[in-house]
């Protein structure tokens, strides 16, 4: 009895915690800081506020130090809330009730509590939460049964075997867990038993059609084989960062160049007579005298603190609540909801929202993403006659085969009275008095199921004896069948299927190959492997059998989506070849007029070599025809024939490649390269008989490559985690049971065929608001210091600031924050349907275009133009009169700035309206309500003298400044001289030379014609 098991282990007992969050109460603080302060933005602001706090510098502290407080406590309570998610999708599964055995009592407790040794008593459908080695059921055979669907997706039933009962006499047992193979030994006494995979229980693995059973953790926590398949979580950072990153770099050499030009010019001008000091600026004796290296450092950092405003540091914090906020859509979005399972799309990372906009291959697992996993019969030949099923019934008398399918199998029947067991090889309820809708099936293979439920379809006709069975020879990948010994009413031993029959002499000599191989201490594999081909011999054929695993609904439209798209499908399953293959054809992955290239069973590098090369050779010989620059009249006649001739062999230009993971090995071992240059040239490819870890070797081998393409994978189970943690979007499917993919991906959907407009609308739209977003950014910050650089020429370079503090803190924060929100919330190029229908559509916006240099250098010399334009044509008004106001007051250089600022926040706001193609009420709202409150604001700031402010510079300046009629005239006649030439310039680029997407803009029939409806869902 298992109470009385005593377990001295190899290895120290460690807890079963599992756990995928990042951050604990104790570490958040420094971890998150030190994530956020890697980032180029962040890390340069730190060092431009410890310069102002620690020198003399023309600007407040406060003007650097407040926006970078708020961006990252903005951060961080979004990143933590995210975290916080994980930790509690952790705690359900760490937290879930268990019963051990602890000081021979069942004790309850958590399943973060058990520790290597602990014997686990586990009962029908719960989940194991260790890796367990069987000690016994309560089957009286010592069987149990099993599905892993959470770990991959497989939903059969699976038969482990505790072959020594654990006898009450039993009081010391050790068992060596070599770490971390499976290969594990139980001494017991002066006996020893080697114990196989069909003696371990997974973590994450079910118990089906059994009432319990007992177990002893022998790996727990992130040894288990679950946790081992998982790869080092690392953050990932999308395409669109990364060109932030760049774009920063390239400001901050711009700021470097105009604070050293500054210092060089003050320098320089102040060296000659006529720049004597005035009588109210003059040097202190201790500047007189200080190093003039120290008085150049220290003017330097004045200038870069000036002009340090050309960073955009509020653009991070606008992009994570962008994001963050954003996410919220793909959760609300009903076409992503899956009504059956009630399942809607989940997203556990919302950094990654515009990479879904990006995607150039996509992996994909094939069991129970692409497909249901449910098999279904459909036909079958039975002695050369094909037979199909109509209306429940078999056509045709066909006794022993029907006979054979339902008694060669290994399903199991499980009813609504738990402790009722299946008798024999009764195959069906009615022999058990039971109606058939109180049991249920569950087997070790899907294809099994399908045929035993099939023939009880047909079991109407048909009449049953009662079979008892004698032997399972187990099915395997070499061998390719399994086989059951029978013994018949009439004393006769049969074998199916095909079948062959034993007299009582030859069983007694299989039972003894069987039974030696089975107790067999060494070579155990090899030794059944010989006696199951010793029996498996002179069959009679009977007949063949079809059955089909059904798709996903939509999955072969999706593929061809994502193809039309530009996105090229990979998919990597564990599967054998013929299936793998078989599930490519009928779900559009493989066409049937595509030409299918092997790269299968090669056994040696210079095998696999040689068959890259001739797969290449082919490939290219192909390429060659279709894109030499030669002209065909301009070629031989021996070589157009030999051309010809080889593409006549190929007979098409598509080309989809099948690899194995044998073959895969090699390849990937010293052949890398060429291996990539076929993969590159099909249009398909597929990879079977794949370790989940060489999934994500296959993802890193793609994602690494010369021209760094965006990955995705896909899929339903935890043998798929790894290649979802190593692509750049990792997306899992919500299977049936389970959640280990989910749990580690970064967005989750519940069907393949939703994959589509994740990535065609949601993708889309995300990508286009982020990557204006960031061009925007950059641009009204260019917009907002070039004029306070050109403000230096005048000033002779005395660090005088342009602006008040105030409006330096608050111009990204208030004054233009709220409408590139709202916009890269909102905006939408073309309705959802036109992106759904026009899968070519996402072309436009691949490679990261719309971030492109090009496009970058456009914003930023607008940016400068529009800037020398604030400033000069303020200049320009007031000239050598500055008798401007109302009252006869004359400017001055706050009421100048101002003027400068003023013209300034208007017009990058008009200039995003520009670019808005989707209005709705809240963007009307943010661009009109954000230039009225900049006009109140100043009223109020500059109309009241505030007790808590030392000084205040800016009394009255705004009121006496918008008492000026030409002050009003000038505004009107700066933002149209801005903005006019682009609105010139959008008309004409849509008139002649319109993109695809400016195409559609014209079928859809614009914006303002759409509903609510149409709004809420995107």
Known sequence: HPYTLQLFLSLFPNCCFLFLFQYTIWNFVPKNLFEQFRRIANFYFLIIFLVQVITHTPTSPVTSGLPL??????????????????????????????????????????SKNIRVGDIVRVAKDETFPADLALLSSDRADGTCHITTASLDGETNLKTLVFYIKTLPCLVCAKILMPHPSFSVFMLLFAFVRSLGQENLLLRGARLKNTKEIFGVAIYTGMESKMALNYKCKSQKRSAVEKSMNTFLLIYLGILLFEAILSTILKYAWQAEDKWDEPFYNQETEQERNSSPILKFISDFLAFLVLYNFIIPISLYVTVEMQKFMGSFFIGWDLDLYHEESDQKAQVNTSDLNEELGQVEYVFTDKTGTLTENEMHFRECSINGVKYREVNGKLIGDELLFLQAVSLCHTVQISYDQPDCLVGGGDPFAHANGFSSSHMEYYASSPDEKALVEAVKRFSASLSFSRYKLLHLLEFDA?????????????????????????????????????????????QREERLQEAFAYIERDLQLLGATGVEDKLQDKVQETIEALRLAGIKVWVLTGDKHETAVSVSLSCGHFHRTMNILELLQQRSDNECAEQLCRLDRRLELLLVVLLVPVPIHQLSGSVLLSLFSRIKEDHVIQHGLVVDGASLSLALREHEKLFMEVCKNCSAVLCCRMAPLQKAKVVRLLKTSPEKPITLAIGDGANDVSMIQEAHVGIGIMGKEGRQAVRNSDYAIARFKFLAKLLLVHGHFYYIRIATLVQYFFYKNVCFITPQFLYQFFCLFSQQTLYDSVYLTLYNICFTSLPILVYSLFEQLVHPHVLQNKPALYRDISKNSLLSFRTFLYWTLLGFLHAFIFFFGSYILMGEDTMLMGNGQMFGNWTFGTLVFTVMVITVTLKLALETNFWTWMNHFVTWGSIAFYFIFSLFYG??????????????????LLSSGSVWFAIIIIIITCLFPDVVKKVFYRHLQPTSTQKSQVTWGGGAERTREDFHLV
């Open 943 to 960: 109309g009241i003298i505030w007790p808590f402010l030392h000084s205040q510079d800016m009394y009255f300046v705004f009121v006496q």
């Open 478 to 522: 070499d061998r390719r069948r399994m086989s059951v010994i029978l013994q018949t009413p009439s004393g006769l031993r049969t074998l199916v299927v095909a079948c062959r029959h034993f007299s009582p002499e030859e069983y007694i000599d299989v039972e003894k190959h069987l039974n030696a191989a089975r107790t067999a201490l060494q």
């Open 69 to 110: 407080f708020f961006v990252i406590t903005v951060t961080a309570i979004k990143q933590g809330y995210e975290d916080w998610l994980r930790y509690k999708a952790d705690n359900e599964v760490n937290g879930a009730p268990v019963f051990v055995v602890r000081s021979g009592s069942l004790v309850q407790t958590k």
